[in-house]
């Protein structure tokens, strides 16, 4: 069974840093895309970053860029997302999600729980 | 960036209608268009993938259809556990941009 299971989510002031992981299990970490995706409260979807199967690749939404930075452990089936310079704004619930590239779509297939980040002072 | 643009944002409907919600995409994104189902307090969940592919486990009364900027899912008899949030979302061209969503009530 394909889990994903984020923690670190925190409340953090203005300016400051965090440090979010996925563990994955059940599927063979290394052969997938991952990704970040976030949910303000009462809002939409918003997609976060994006890295390829060796970390070679990594894509950005323009608000995180230069702030956030996504990586990956394939020797510890683990995913996970630096935030620094944390605004009010950035305040969400982070989901770790698998990219399914192999399919046309490129769909997020699973999701995991989701770990919330709180900015405020 | 590719906006995607939901209509309606919410609709009431009673078990056992046709509901259909319209997704329309800023520029053509051909099929890479994704619906996914979000109940409150819960991660969103994969229905139709490439515009008109069921996700396994899902029941054959979601389907979605269109291709360039225009497509739509439709549930074609509502269910009590069809109560929920849906978005669109395209991933043919970063950054991946998803709908504003579109609550669905009980009437």
């Known amino acids: 069974e394909v889990q994903l299971v984020e923690s670190g989510g925190d409340l953090v002031q203005p300016g400051g840093s965090l440090r979010l992981s996925c563990a994955a299990s059940?599927?063979?970490?290394?052969?997938?895309?991952m990704s970040w995706v976030r949910q303000a409260p009462g809002k939409g979807l918003e997609w976060v970053a994006n890295i390829k199967q060796d970390g070679s690749e990594k894509y950005y939404v323009d608000s995180v860029k230069g702030r956030f930075t996504i990586s990956r452990d394939n020797a510890k089936n683990s995913l996970f997302l630096q935030m620094n310079s944390l605004r009010d704004e950035d305040t969400a619930v982070y989901y770790c999600?698998?990219?399914?590239?192999?399919?046309?779509?490129?769909?997020?297939?699973?999701w995991g729980q989701g770990s919330l980040v709180t900015v405020s002072s | 960036d590719t906006q995607m643009t939901q209509s309606p944002s919410s609709l009431s409907a009673s078990v056992g209608d046709r509901v259909t919600i319209t997704c329309r995409a800023s520029q053509s994104i051909s099929s890479y268009l994704n619906w996914y189902q979000q109940k409150p307090g819960k991660a969103p969940k994969l229905l139709i993938y490439?515009?008109?592919n069921l996700q396994s486990g899902v029941p054959s009364r979601f389907s979605g259809s269109g291709s360039g900027t225009d497509f739509t899912l439709t549930i074609s008899s509502l269910q009590p556990e069809d109560f929920a949030t849906y978005y669109c979302q395209q991933s043919y061209r970063t950054p991946w941009t998803f709908g504003q969503g579109t609550k669905v009530e009980i009437k």
């Open positions: 490439a515009a008109s």
């Open positions: 999600a698998r990219i399914w590239a192999a399919v046309a779509g490129i769909p997020f297939d699973y």
């Open positions: 059940g599927f063979t970490f290394s052969s997938y895309w």
